[in-house]
């Protein structure tokens, strides 16, 4: 049931997005990239092993983004080096919505010990500095596969989204219709999946989104520091690769570093301008600038 | 009877919550730190005693060299330690570093935390004062070009992390168009300079500052402006502000003291979350124009697994975002009566 009522909120919102021409484009771009991100791995081959007569080219048509400071095609990385950044960054985003659900509507709807545990919890999740937790985190615990790193990422960011669903469940609750199912003596169960929650299913879509852009920025800004062992090719490690041999010191290395660069910030942009157009939508307060 | 009544309407206060709270969350993070780093699978006080082992040290003489890097005495019971380990960090002991041997880690934080504190606090205030100039101008001016150049401007950088763009400026301004020395403006002090009080050292500290600052507040002015531009729309619709032109005040009066005010307010709750935001990504800021701050030292501590350092910076980080947390929300109370009244 739950599963229907989020395809039809993504049909709803996919149909309300295309009246808006910067949304829509946001959406079509980041589709595109996902697209290309899983299914190049499927066509295109990877050939990692290192050409040193082809060390940093320029651009050409057998390389349409030049080569590497071992002499390996940078497009082909492109391709194939975006699955796991969208990957870690979806799994994350899915963790933090899911977490947030469970504890935001456990503290609305039972208050009491459970309600200021959660909301205790969160104001120190929310006050600890992520990046830095990530980093000490990363000191103890081996972030080396893509779903601990998502767990991990889930565990620090769902501080923000945990109270606004709590807000929201306690203000629906008091709605008529809420009141009346539950005056029907229907389960707290119902209550929540079937009279509370669609309701927000527009808003957890927004949210979710917002949080892959979060993810992207500190999961790439691990990589680029070098926190993570760089075991995979992704574009994240393609960038640290590229600033630690010093690409940027030459005119045709240099796309090694900007190629990974460009399609992360192509991303961010596509993934945010989807965002906010959304946001708009399901919220009118936001286009009183119209 | 009366004495809990004034028990009571003390705890009510919101100061008093907002202290209490700030202090907790430093005492949990502190215990979480001490935790970590004792009972953690692998952890690096049993790594560091094997090693040492390894090398012929005895294991006592092993034992005593952990004991004072880490500041924790492994013959005790573990509430012991921990109660050492409390009382030792508030005298602003946290042990000593591993990798530079005998630097207390306090020496070390002493000498690069400052930086960090120089470059968040200027870039947090340009860029806030920037962002209320920015939004307010686009707020009455909206739908002119003006307006929409700012803001599509805004919305295409704040897409960017940060340390993305601080990359770019190193690689065009620097590399590509020579605009700075890319190798002069490393560290936080050109060779030869000491911290005085000297027209030269300021010079010298802002030139070696001048990029992570520009990067911080490029990267954020978007947001700040507009935060600022929806909440002077929104003011713009109030009451208040229609009477007030009823009244015939001149549209400056009204832009300052009765927009402007309103209009900054909610802004000043998210300085606090910023605060922690600026502070907590200084080790990527600072990484990339390898500025000698703390979030640098933090980096390298973890690569070169100097625990000691690692865990005595991550502490001094929060501690320096709840107490900047603590300000923000204090100076909050003073600026809306309406949270005194309230008492939350």
New interface residues.
Partial sequence: MALRNLGHGLLQSLRIMARNKVGFAGFLVTLLIVVVAFTAPLFVALDMTANIDQIYQPPSLKHPLGTDYQGRDIFRQILTGGREVIYVAALSAFLVVLISIVLGSLAALMGGWVDSLVNAAA??V????????L??L???VRLNSPAGLAVILALIGWGTLTRTIRAQVLSLKERDYVQAARALGLPTSHLLFREIMPNMMSYLLTQFVLTM?QA??SQ??LI????IPLATHNWGVM?NLA?NQGA??GSSS?WY??AP?TV??IL??A???MN?SLEELFNPR?R??E | MALSETLRKVWRSYYLRRVVKALLTIFVVTTLTFFLIRLMPGNPLDIYISQQLAQGVPLIEAQQMAAALYQIDLDKPLWLQYLDYIWSLLHGDFGMSIVSTRTPVSDLILRFLPWTLFVVSVSLVTSFVLGILLGTVTAYRRNTLLDHVLTSLASIISAVPNYIVGVLIIVYFGVRWKWFDVAAVRGSLSPGVHPEWSWAFLSDALYHAALPIITYVVTTVGNWMLAMRSSTMATLGEDYVMVARARGLSDQRIATAYVGRNAVLPLFTSLAISIGFVVGGSTLIESVFTYQGIGMKLSSALTSRDYPVMQAIFIIICTSVVAANLLADLLYGLLDPRIRIEGR
């Fill in positions: 104001e120190l929310l006050t600890i500095p992520h990046f830095p937790l980093l000490v990363a000191g103890f852009t992207i920025y790439v800004g680029f520091l070098g926190i960038i600033w940027i010191y240099v570093l900007i660069i992360i910030v961010q942009f993934l945010i301008s906010r936001l009183s600038g």
